[in-house]
């Protein structure tokens, strides 16, 4: 979605100006954005590291407070925004898919450090789901592994703009038949059923990774065994370092 | 106390038994003496009283569960022990009723190894759910291919009303690629 700017039809010079004499022009709509980006309350749940980044991030040091969204729900139902913040498991997708679904409209979600974007550094594990945004909607992505606590407050600033760009009469939350809970997932045999939501997600034209690696991956690879009764392997010599010529200007 | 010393003194108090060192562990040549060189370790003057962690591992040719001991008592320690079991019969008798820290353990490498312990209390799946099917650290174990809609998706998706473009579905007909020779 583009960010439209929450443009308003008042002047700015004068509204500073009225500003100085004590008066306040304001739209609706910017009221009501203001309202709302400055009491962002995250949902209180941390799947792995990066969660712990996130507490730090609402401690002393950083404070999240600045923003407005220190106030950490433990239920989905009273918190506006999810930070999935972590690797996402198979076995732990359908209740984050679950709890998003029992959130209130209005929802933002963010995906906070490479795994909860695509599985980080556990993409090729059997248990791990390759990016929480297979199943729902992700407002801002967050790379880093795990992003530094500034680069949560900056995500959440992302966010701030986003809520600044929407208006009260196009907002989805306000339009009829909106439909924003997504099927939960379920435990097949060998993994989520279904992999993915085409509805929301769809398998890049390109994938660099496929080629590179096959599917199923590396499964050339992974087929040897070390043979333990034979004796350990002689630790591998290290290279002398090779002799060089004497390069001080002297023994030119 | 080096391994060779300690396989002497084992050999010596558990006649019958067959040990064999292999690298600095002891493998238990039958895994039904296991319990009895275990409940040895836990009740003699050895008083090896801690089992830190229960593994399997996949060599190809047969599965292996290796046990790590220490004796907090006496401080000594590490004594590792090695069983090695078939393949198409992976079967231990668990070491639960001597200690009981394997009771997670066990569960693990059974969920990840498929090895079974005779005699756990429990064992079920601890990491995978209920209803997973294969063991998926064994290294036959091929994984799913998680960018690929399978017949049973486009079925769950119907059931939930989700669209599903023709594509897709054409897409699902169609067997995976495998690529057999990837990472050689
Ligand atoms: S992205 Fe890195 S820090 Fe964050 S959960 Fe994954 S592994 Fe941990």
Same mark, same amino acid.
């Given at each position: ?13 004068? @509204?500073?100006?009225?500003?100085? @004499? ?139 703009? @986003? ?21 939960? +997932? ?7 059923? +279904? ?28 087929? @040897? ?13 290290? +290279? ?13 | ?27 238990? *040549?039958?895994? $039904? ?23 399997? $591992? ?55 190894? =498929?090895?079974?312990? *005779? ?11 209920? =209803? ?19 017949? *049973? ?29 990837? =990472?050689?």
């Amino acid at each position: 979605m583009a960010l439209a700017q929450n443009i308003s039809t008042v002047d700015d010079g004068l @509204k500073s100006e009225l500003g100085k @004499k004590g008066i306040v022009v304001t739209t609706l709509n910017e009221l009501y954005n203001w309202g709302r980006r400055s009491s962002i309350w995250p949902m209180q749940f941390g799947l792995a590291c990066c969660a712990i980044e996130m507490i730090a991030t609402a401690c002393a040091r950083y404070d999240i407070a600045r923003f407005g969204a220190e106030l950490f729900r433990a239920s989905p139902r009273q918190s506006d925004l999810m930070i999935v913040a972590g690797t996402v498991t198979k076995k732990m997708a359908p209740n984050v898919v679950r709890l998003y679904n029992q959130m209130a409209e209005p929802k933002y979600v963010i995906t906070m450090g490479a795994c909860a974007i695509a599985g980080g550094p556990f993409i090729d594990g059997v248990n791990v789901l390759r990016g929480i945004d297979r199943y729902i909607p992700v407002d801002v992505h967050l790379p880093g592994c795990p992003p530094r606590p500034e680069a949560l407050l900056y995500g959440l600033m992302e966010l701030q703009k @986003k809520i600044d760009g929407q208006t009260i009469e196009t907002t989805e939350w306000y339009q009829k038949g909106l439909k924003r809970e997504f099927p939960i +997932p379920e435990y097949g045999p060998k993994g989520l059923i +279904p992999k993915f939501n085409p509805e929301i997600w769809n398998p890049r034209e390109e994938d660099h990774r496929r080629e590179r690696y096959g599917q199923p991956i590396l499964i050339g690879k992974k087929t @040897k065994a070390p043979n333990l009764d034979a004796p350990p392997a002689a630790p591998r010599p290290v +290279p002398a370092p090779a002799a060089t010529a004497p390069t001080s200007p002297a023994a030119s | 106390m080096k391994i060779e010393e300690f396989k002497t003194l084992l050999e010596l108090k558990l006649p019958g038994i067959a040990f064999k060192q292999v690298r600095d562990s002891l493998l238990v *040549e039958n895994p $039904s003496d296991l319990p009895k060189v275990a409940f040895f370790l836990k009740n003699s003057d050895l008083e090896i009283d801690y089992l830190s962690s229960v593994t399997g $591992s996949d060599y190809l040719d047969y599965l292996e569960s290796v046990y790590h001991l220490y004796s907090t008592t006496k401080k000594t320690g590490l004594i590792t022990l090695r069983v090695r079991v078939k393949r198409d019969a992976p079967n231990v008798p668990s070491l639960v009723p001597i200690y009981r820290s394997a009771e997670f353990q066990e569960r693990e490498a059974y969920d990840m190894y =498929g090895i079974i312990y *005779e005699g756990h209390p429990d064992l079920r799946r601890l990491f995978m759910w209920e =209803g997973f099917e294969g063991f998926p650290m064994r290294k036959d174990y091929i994984q799913e291919d998680s960018e690929w809609l399978e017949p *049973e998706d486009l079925e769950w998706l119907e059931k939930h009303q989700v669209p599903v473009t023709e594509e897709m579905k054409e897409r699902a007909k169609t067997p995976r690629i495998i690529k057999k020779d990837a =990472g050689e």
